[in-house]
T-cell receptor
Framework: AQSVTQLDSQVPVFEEAPVELRCNYS??????LFWYVQYPNQGLQLLLK??????LVKGINGFEAEFNKSQTSFHLRKPSVHISDTAEYFC?????????????FGKGTLLTVNP | DAGVIQSPRHEVTEMGQEVTLRCKPI?????LFWYRQTMMRGLELLIY????????DSGMPEDRFSAKMPNASFSTLKIQPSEPRDSAVYFC?????????????FGEGSRLTVL
C-alpha cells in the first residue's frame, strides 16, 4: 500500500519570501511522485512530476521539487512566492508497478501568500 | 483539445434523492477516475476504469454508490439514496496509458450538497 503525508496543513508566508512544502511518502515499490495545485473552486492542475532520472524536478510557475529516496521525501520549493501562488498544494504518489495507474494523494497544504 | 468536462458544477438536493454526476474524459484517454474531496478525508479515490471496464471499486463507500462507463467518452457516478454525509466535491480525472506519463487531468468538480 502507498501513503502520502504532507506535514503542514497550512503555510502562511509573505510575498517574495521562499517557501518549502513538505511531503513524505511510503511505498513498497518504486514510485512516481507528483505535485498538484488547486485554486479555489477549480480542479487540480499538475505542477511537476518525478518519473525517473534527475532527482531535481522543475515545474511550472517557478516551482521545483527534489526526490530523496533515502528520506522518502519529495519537498516542493519556490525561491520567491507571489500573491497568485495562494492555493492548496497536493503531493501524490503512484506506483511504477501494477498500481501505477492510480494516485494516492496527501491531504493538502494550504499556502497563503500575504502582501 | 477540451479538458475533462463534469456536470453539474453544483447540485443541491434533499436526503433520499437520487444524484447523478456526469463526466466526459479527454478524447484518447483510456483511464477514468472518480475522486471525492472533503475537508475531513481529503481526496479519496472511489473507482477507476480502464477501457470502460471498472478495475478497482474498493474506494466506493457503500452500495448506495454506483458508477458506469458505457463508452469511452462518458461516465456517471450515481448516489441513491443520497445522505447528508455524501456532501463533497466529486472530481473526475482521466489519463492515457503509456510509460513516463502518470499525469491525471482533472475536471473542475461537481459540488454536491445534500440537505
Amino acid at each position: 500500500a502507498q501513503s502520502v503525508t504532507q506535514l503542514d496543513s497550512q503555510v502562511p508566508v509573505f510575498e517574495e519570501a521562499p517557501v518549502e512544502l513538505r511531503c513524505n511518502y511510503s511505498s513498497s515499490v518504486s514510485v512516481y511522485l507528483f505535485w498538484y495545485v488547486q485554486y479555489p473552486n477549480q480542479g487540480l492542475q499538475l505542477l511537476l512530476k518525478y518519473l525517473s532520472g534527475s532527482t531535481l524536478v522543475k515545474g511550472i510557475n517557478g516551482f521545483e521539487a527534489e526526490f530523496n529516496k533515502s528520506q522518502t521525501s519529495f519537498h516542493l520549493r519556490k525561491p520567491s512566492v507571489h500573491i497568485s501562488d495562494t492555493a492548496e498544494y497536493f503531493c501524490a504518489v503512484g506506483g511504477s508497478g501494477g498500481s501505477n495507474y492510480k494516485l494516492t494523494f496527501g491531504k493538502g497544504t494550504l499556502l497563503t501568500v500575504n502582501p | 483539445d477540451a479538458g475533462v468536462i463534469q456536470s453539474p458544477r453544483h447540485e443541491v438536493t434533499e436526503m433520499g434523492q437520487e444524484v447523478t454526476l456526469r463526466c466526459k474524459p479527454i478524447s484518447g484517454h483510456d483511464y477514468l477516475f472518480w475522486y471525492r474531496q472533503t475537508m475531513m478525508r481529503g481526496l479519496e479515490l472511489l473507482i477507476y476504469f480502464n477501457n470502460n471496464v471498472p478495475i478497482d471499486d474498493s474506494g466506493m463507500p457503500e452500495d448506495r454508490f454506483s458508477a458506469k462507463m458505457p463508452n469511452a467518452s462518458f461516465s456517471t457516478l450515481k448516489i441513491q439514496p443520497s445522505e447528508p454525509r455524501d456532501s463533497a466535491v466529486y472530481f473526475c480525472a482521466s489519463r492515457r496509458t503509456g510509460p513516463n506519463t502518470g499525469e491525471l487531468f482533472f475536471g473542475e468538480g461537481s459540488r454536491l450538497t445534500v440537505l
